[in-house]
């Protein structure tokens, strides 16, 4: 279960993300964003005339919106038939993301266990007429052997992954004083260890390919940067926490190995999946899923 009603109305907007800067493209979405609030133009400071300073001057509507459209163009254009895995998309938020994704052009490969939701998403999108593809993959995300077949068959059928979004994960209700040690596992396993062994193979499936301009997101939650009061949720935040410190490692990592190759994080602000286990509780107001994959996973990719 998620702890949804501690997350509801302390989430903070996807702006609270932690961006994995550092890399000629890393300030490329934020701008995005920022433009559709105000252009920074340079101008003269009245305290340092010779130095000028940032001011916020708003831009026109038309202006703006100019603007953003050729930077989605732009997005779109990158990205098309390139190959993002997004993990866990069978359902909740992997699928929305997944959806958005062949939406926009993009080659999908979704993995799951339920390979059938994926299947059955894949057709849907078919039927759109969606520019993108949705390749299903069945997955268990708890076995290393898995991981590494489902890497190899996307190698050998496709050439390789540009973009992984890390979205699988779980919660069980297995405290710290009485939980059981295989939900702890199975937390663990999903949400700190398949998430480490993607990212290390797209890492390395960018590498051989000499693509210099991958993408790596983590789908984290507030859980991984606060503890709630609520016993049940104790371990799940001490993996999410894991994913922070992961994101952050591996971007160091990518700057010292002097690529462009982003990695990120995304905080999801808040009730919006199906809710693993029990779901939200009654009333929580649930984030409407397909407008925020766009805002968490699109908007980083530079395609709106
Ligand atoms: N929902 C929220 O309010 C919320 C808030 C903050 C952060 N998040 C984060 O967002 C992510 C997605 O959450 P969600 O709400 O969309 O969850 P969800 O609806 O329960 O979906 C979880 C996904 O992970 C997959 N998964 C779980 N165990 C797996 C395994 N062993 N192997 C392969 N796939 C596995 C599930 O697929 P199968 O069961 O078919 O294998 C499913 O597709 C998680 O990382 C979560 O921590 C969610």
Known sequence: MWPTAEERGVEPGPQARQDGGGSRRSSDAGRSAAAAAAVTRERPSPYDPGRGSATQVPGSRSEVGGRLGTMARAGMERWRDRLALVTGASGGIGAAVARALVQQGLKVVGCARTVGNIEELAAEC???????????????????????????????????????????????????????????????????????????????????????????????????????????????????????????????????????????????????????????????????????????????????
């Not at 591996?250 to 690529?259: K, N, W």
Request: hydrophobic share 35%.
């Open 126 to 304: 078919k039927s759109a007429g969606y520019p993108g593809t949705l390749i299903p993959y069945k997955c268990d995300l708890s076995s290393e052997e898995d991981i590494l077949s489902m890497f190899s068959a996307v190698r050998s059928q496709y050439s390789g992954v540009d973009i992984c979004i890390n979205n699988a994960g779980l919660a069980r209700a297995d405290t710290l004083l009485s939980g059981s040690t295989s939900g702890w596992k199975d937390m663990f396993n999903v949400n700190v260890l398949a998430l480490s062994i993607c990212t290390r193979e797209a890492y390395q499936s960018m590498k051989e390919r000499k693509v210099d301009d991958g993408h790596i997101i983590n789908i984290n939650s507030m859980s991984g940067h606060r503890v709630v009061p609520q016993s049940m949720t104790h371990f799940y935040s001490a993996t999410k926490y894991a994913v922070t410190a992961l994101t952050e490692g591996l971007r160091q990592e990518l700057r010292e190995a002097q690529t462009h190759i982003r990695a990120t994080v995304r905080v999801w602000p808040g009730p919006g999946g199906d809710g693993v286990g029990t779901g939200p509780p009654p009333g929580t107001h649930i984030l409407p899923r397909e407008p925020m994959a766009r805002v968490c996973c699109l908007e980083l990719l530079g395609v709106y």
